[in-house]
């Protein structure tokens, strides 16, 4: 994905030295003057700009993944395994179903009868993929499959506890 010209000065200057910043912005401002404004603007405000990279999709912030599903036979013992190999807390567990949380992402336990093993994403405007399907944690989705047929999950964001 290229991104804007303005969006790769930025990001390099990020990187830079505050002298050498300066030196560039400076060199930049003898052939592109607007550009060079632009970039010492999002410089005095780097916050305001948190998802510069994302401005070749119109602006739009990335969605949230909740948590990507795999199946297993026995949700028992894969949490055992899971637990024993990696660092993660069960967030729920049943005889058919776990919730792992790892410091960036939940991973699903699912068995095959129930799931199919997908990529579950947040979305506020879940219910225009679908009628939403309650879950027996509260939580509301639709399942819709890509054009490779892989499945994927459509969570509706008011359904989720609050993150704390």
Known sequence: MDLPIVDQIFELALDLPEGER????????????????????LLANPGGRPHFAC???????????????????????????????????????DATWAMLA??????????????PPHLSLVRADAAKFGPLT?????????????????SIEIMDRDSLPPEG
């Open 22 to 41: 300066e030196r560039m912005l400076e060199r930049l401002a003898v052939d592109d003057p607007a550009t060079a404004a632009e970039v010492r603007r």
């Open 134 to 150: 309650g879950h027996r944690d509260g939580t509301r989705s639709v399942y819709v499959v890509d054009p490779w047929g892989n």
């Open 102 to 115: 790892f410091a960036n992402l939940r991973v699903a336990l699912v068995v095959p009868a129930q799931h």
């Open 55 to 93: 401005s070749s999709v119109g602006g739009r912030r990335p969605d949230t993944v909740h948590h990507v599903a795999v199946q297993v036979e026995d949700v028992a013992r894969a949490v055992e395994w899971y637990r024993s190999v990696f660092a993660c807390e069960v967030e729920y567990q």
